[in-house]
């Protein structure tokens, strides 16, 4: 376990906290003025290894040349000239912190990240994070990386938290609903809400259908029926092209049976932990690995089925109260488009003239209600 404290005056700014894999939903802007949770768990804490925050160039101000050795093959909206590295926790992990509200920026509902950190260590005054908390934005703070040092923390058994083994992740690891009920900002009497498919998983589809096209070469991709075909089916079917020999992506990782031969890329769960994809062994150990967030995953490869909950009271025993289904979405599942666009344009494949053009026309896809 670490804590982090001040680079100027060495004071303590964090709880202690275990380093867990950086959600594919950190940078997710989802809707107008809607009310998102915490993005970390408490006691956690993720490094973003690229550079994110103020201050921005917009891409026609980068040089060919660098965006290539930052790893970025097709434009994007703007490129970050802040250091790598940043650190995300919950905001109720913090600790010897003032906020300094002029810097905040946003003010929509909340806080934005502005023109640079806006929370100041409370010893000394050196600004040294970002707290987030404006509408369509997960909440969090942002620690600065040039600001912030992480030092280790002695713990019981001075062994940390294990890594745990993918066994112990199916068994004990939540899966992610895919649908869960939306609030707008400042809801009076939580009434203002209505049932949606999950931020999480609009932003996990995103990059795991950037992949997808990737591996695609150009030809169409099938994928399982379920959830999987809700998720992905209808972009993949409008976004390549139908007249060749389709590449078959199949369900793979802890608990399902191996993919055979025939699978062209493994849908299979990251560690949430370490962050490193399931790998298959057997023949296809050389699919091509398309990640999901292992609760999101969990639930693509063994939904849970409405279960009735236990009666209590006279009912006799055994009997089941028939509780309703959650609502279903009002519309088709689309993957985020921001996540989507990240992903894509840091993949070497985005080079090519046919995603390429994919990412050119994105705004016409988004409004066609693919995204």
């Known amino acids: 376990m670490f804590v982090f404290v001040c680079a100027g005056c060495g004071a303590g700014l964090t709880v202690p906290l275990s380093q867990v894999e950086l959600p594919v939903h950190a940078h997710q802007k989802y809707g107008n003025g809607i009310q ?14 690229e550079p994110w925050g103020p201050p921005w160039r917009r891409w026609e101000e980068v040089a060919p040349d660098e965006a290539a050795a930052r790893g970025i093959h097709a434009p994007v909206h703007a490129v970050s000239d802040g250091p790598p590295g940043a650190v995300v926790i919950a905001p109720g992990d913090a600790r010897g912190t003032v906020l300094v509200p002029e810097e905040g920026g946003g003010y929509c509902c909340g806080l934005d990240w502005g023109d640079g950190p806006n929370m100041a260590c409370e010893a000394c005054g050196l ?29 019981a058994d001075d062994a940390g938290p294990a890594v745990s083994s993918w066994a112990e992740l199916l068994e004990e690891t939540r899966a992610t609903p895919p649908v869960e009920p939306i609030a707008r900002w400042a809801a009076v009497c939580e009434l203002d809400h209505w049932w ?4 999480r998983w609009e932003a996990a589809a995103g990059r795991a259908l950037a992949h997808l ?9 099938t994928v399982p029926d ?24 199949v369900l793979a990782g802890p608990g399902l049976p191996a993919p055979g031969a025939d699978a062209d890329m493994v849908l299979v769960p990251t560690h949430p932990q370490t962050g490193e994809p399931w790998s298959p062994d057997g023949p296809a150990a050389s ?10 995953w969990k639930w693509m490869a063994f939904p849970e089925q409405h279960l009735g909950l236990p009666m209590s009271g006279t009912m006799p025993d055994g009997v089941l109260r028939d509780d309703p289904p959650a609502p279903r ?7 985020d488009s921001g996540t989507f666009h990240r992903t894509l344009a840091r993949l070497p494949a985005a080079r090519g003239p046919r995603l390429r053009e994919i990412l050119e026309n994105l705004t016409h896809h988004v409004r066609a209600g693919l995204f």
Do not use: K, N
């Open 329 to 335: 979405p009002h519309r088709l599942f689309r993957a």
């Open 36 to 49: 998102l949770p915490v993005l970390m768990e408490p006691g956690t804490f993720a490094v973003e290894p």
């Open 226 to 249: 379920g959830l999987a075909a809700e998720v992905f089916r209808r972009a993949l079917d409008a976004l390549l092209p139908a007249d060749r020999p389709a590449r078959r992506a």
């Open 196 to 199: 949606s498919w999950s931020p």
């Open 287 to 296: 699919a091509y690995p398309v990640p999901l967030p292992f609760g999101i």
């Open 213 to 221: 096209l990737a591996a695609a070469d150009g030809r169409p991709v």
């Open 127 to 155: 600004p040294v994070a970002s707290r987030i908390d404006d509408c369509s934005l997960w909440q969090a703070v942002w620690l600065a990386p040039d600001a912030v040092l992480r030092l280790p923390v002695a713990t």
